[in-house]
């Protein structure tokens, strides 16, 4: 292979790893605001929120025609072939982490009210958490730090007992007051899509590990 190819090739990854990036980003940055919009029940911010997912879904298509491709012109081996695929498969977690954002806005704008100050702090904590995590996984992938997308892996049940936590508070919510029975079946839905976005981190640790190292991370720890 000439330096060309090489260089070549080198390029149209590194193009592919900075459009991961940035979709993470992205993503992140959605998760975020959805938290925000929930905390401070902001129906018009909450619908910006839903709006603002159209762009992670082109991210991810436009990431996934790029890779296939690569593949098909480069017709890669071993690290040239695992830094596509997992592109691909990374852009997929992000898409479903935003769409977990886009849902929690939906949420917020079928809420009958505010949630009590003691669930807002303590869904936000939740929120605050799932969005770390994620934030720390892309910038594991951007800095290609397997040790840091491990580290990213351990802490999945983090999340998980914090969940439970939030859970048993909604629930107590539901029995102490009938009359929010509507509201509180909002946040358990809203508590139990943060969880799910702190799964699709520990997802994308899972593969930021393999692109970087090309070994499995096996039997993720949980309760």
């Known amino acids: 292979m000439d330096q060309h190819t090489i260089t070549a090739i080198d390029a ?4 592919l790893s900075h459009a991961v990036a940035a979709m993470g980003d992205l993503a992140v940055a959605q998760v975020k605001a959805a938290i925000d919009v929930f905390v401070r029940y902001d129906l018009a911010d909450a619908a910006k929120v839903v709006r603002g997912d159209d762009a992670l ?3 991810d298509a436009e990431i996934e025609r790029n890779a ?3 593949i098909a012109l480069r017709q890669p081996v071993a690290d040239d072939l695992r830094r596509p695929i997992a592109a691909m498969k990374i852009a997929m977690q992000l898409e479903r982490a935003g769409d977990l954002a886009k849902n929690i806005a939906k949420r917020v704008g079928r809420m009958e009210a505010a949630a009590s100050e003691a669930q807002a702090a ?3 904590e939740l929120g605050r958490m799932a969005a770390d995590r994620l934030a720390a996984v892309v910038n594991a ?3 290609r730090n397997a040790q840091g997308a491990y580290t990213v892996w351990l802490k999945d049940t983090e999340i998980d007992e914090r969940h ?3 859970l048993r508070e909604i629930v107590a919510g539901m029995v102490s007051e009938p009359s929010s029975v509507s509201d509180s079946t909002h946040l358990l839905f809203i508590a139990k899509n943060l969880e799910r976005i702190g799964d ?3 997802n994308i640790a899972e593969l930021v590990h393999y692109q970087i190292t090309g070994q499995d ?3 993720r720890p949980k309760l």
């Not at 149209?12 to 193009?15: A, E, F, I, T, V």
């Open 57 to 59: 879904d082109l991210q």
């Open 12 to 15: 149209d990854l590194d193009g």
């Open 164 to 166: 439970d936590g939030v």
């Open 68 to 70: 296939v491709r690569f």
């Open 122 to 124: 303590s869904i936000a």
């Open 141 to 143: 992938f951007r800095e």
């Open 217 to 219: 991370l096996e039997d």
């Open 200 to 202: 699709h981190a520990t």
